[in-house]
C-alpha cells in the first residue's frame, strides 16, 4: 500500500465550478501535512499547509481528518488558472526529524471555460 | 525570499558520460537539501537527503555510487549522474529547508536530463 494515494483524475469541470479533492495516508503517526500545486513540468510550489482545525485560504479550503486518515482540499468558484496537478504531501513520522517530505501522486484538475 | 536555483535547467548528455546538477539556496542558509526525481506522469520519489559537511542518506534502491551528492556549504548541493543511461532520463529536483521555525520547504526549478 502507498503511503499517500490519491485519485490521480483528470479531473474535468467548468469555470466556477466547486470541486473537491482527497488524499489517504497509510501512517497514523504522521504529523504534517500540505497541499502542494505542481505545473506541467515545473516544481511544486506549497499551496497550503493543513491543519486538523481546518483552514482556508481565499477560495481554498484544507481538511484533515485524523481519524479517518484523509485530507481534503475544496476549490471554489475554479478558473482556469487552476488548471494543474495537485499533490497531497505528508511528512512520515520518521522523517519529521530531517522534514523529507513523501508525496502522492497527484490530481490532474482541468478546468475548462 | 527563500530562492531556490539550479543549474543546468536542461541537459543533454550521451550514455556512459557523467552529469553535475547544482543546487543553490540564493538568501538563506539550508542546513539540509534534499533530491527528489520525478518520471513522467509519476510523483516525485525522494532521492537523498544531504546535510551539510557530511554523507548524504540514500533512500533504499538508490545507490550511491551511481548518484554522488555533496553538500559542501550552506548553500550549495550537487547531485552527479555518474555514467548515465537512457533510464536515468528524468526531472530532477532539489529542495531546501532551514529557515528557523519552518518545515517548509523551497524547490528548485528542477533539471530535465536526458540521456541519448
Known amino acids: 500500500r502507498k503511503e499517500v494515494e490519491q485519485d490521480p483524475g483528470p479531473f474535468n469541470v467548468p469555470e466556477g465550478a466547486t470541486v473537491a479533492f482527497n488524499c489517504t495516508y497509510s501512517?497514523?503517526?504522521?504529523?504534517?501535512f500540505f497541499w502542494y500545486r505542481q505545473d506541467c513540468r515545473k516544481e511544486p510550489k506549497l499551496l497550503m499547509s493543513v491543519y486538523s482545525s481546518g483552514n482556508e485560504d481565499g477560495r481554498f479550503t484544507a481538511q484533515l481528518n485524523r481519524a479517518s486518515q484523509y485530507i481534503s482540499l475544496l476549490i471554489r468558484d475554479s478558473k482556469l488558472s487552476d488548471s494543474a496537478t495537485y499533490l497531497c504531501v505528508v511528512i512520515l513520522p520518521m522523517d519529521t526529524g530531517r522534514r523529507a517530505l513523501t508525496f502522492g501522486s497527484g490530481t490532474r484538475l482541468q478546468v475548462q471555460p | 525570499g527563500a530562492v531556490v536555483s539550479q543549474h543546468p535547467s536542461w541537459v543533454i548528455c550521451k550514455s556512459g558520460t557523467s552529469v553535475k546538477i547544482e543546487c543553490r539556496s540564493l538568501?538563506?542558509?539550508?542546513?539540509?537539501m534534499f533530491w527528489y526525481r520525478q518520471f513522467p506522469k509519476q510523483s516525485l520519489m525522494l532521492m537523498a537527503t544531504?546535510?551539510?559537511?557530511?554523507?548524504?542518506?540514500?533512500e533504499q534502491g538508490v545507490e550511491k555510487d551511481k548518484f554522488l551528492i555533496n553538500h559542501a556549504s550552506l548553500t550549495l548541493s550537487t547531485l552527479t549522474v555518474t555514467s548515465a543511461h537512457p533510464e536515468d532520463s528524468s526531472f530532477y529536483i532539489c529542495s531546501a529547508s532551514g529557515l528557523a521555525g519552518s518545515v517548509e520547504q523551497y524547490f528548485g526549478p528542477g533539471t530535465r536530463l536526458t540521456v541519448t
Open positions: 544531504s546535510n551539510e559537511g557530511s554523507k548524504a542518506t540514500y
Open positions: 501512517n497514523s503517526a504522521s504529523q504534517s
Open positions: 538568501d538563506f542558509q539550508a542546513t539540509t
